[in-house]
């Protein structure tokens, strides 16, 4: 069982910069892959990025990549989400998310993860 609580949203101008965690529970955390997800308005959930469970490996979708960094602190149960550059377009509640396992062919499934998190409201204004 993990349990995850997403915090670091706000409001930020385009162009601007903001960095969201990602706190989680449970002993096995350093084995969960991790994820985070996004959902306008009117919109479905969408994939933003993955951190497999060596911190090494990392998945992005392409209107991200670039421009965010996802990143792990095994030691403080932390999974980071960096965004630089920030357009109107990322406007969004953020979703961190734990997955058992994921792959090539579906990290970027919400039902590949398991666990998630309430989210946090990320506004970028124009």
């Known amino acids: 069982q993990v349990h995850v609580v997403e915090s670091g949203g706000g409001l930020v101008q385009a162009g601007g910069s903001l960095r969201l965690s990602c706190a989680a529970s449970g002993r096995t955390f350093s084995s969960y892959p991790m994820g985070w997800f996004r959902q306008a308005p009117g919109k479905e959930r969408e994939f933003v990025a993955a951190i497999y469970w060596n911190g090494v490996n990392t998945y992005y979708a392409d209107s991200v990549k670039g421009r965010f960094t996802i990143s792990r602190d095994v030691a403080k149960n932390t999974v980071y989400l960096q965004m630089n550059s920030l357009k109107p377009e990322d406007t969004a509640v953020y979703y961190c998310?734990?997955?058992?396992?994921?792959?090539?062919?579906?990290?970027?499934?919400?039902?590949?993860?398991?666990?998630w998190g309430q989210g946090t409201q990320v506004t970028v204004s124009s």
């Open positions: 998310a734990a997955a058992y396992t994921i792959n090539s062919s579906n990290y970027y499934y919400t039902t590949s993860y398991a666990y």
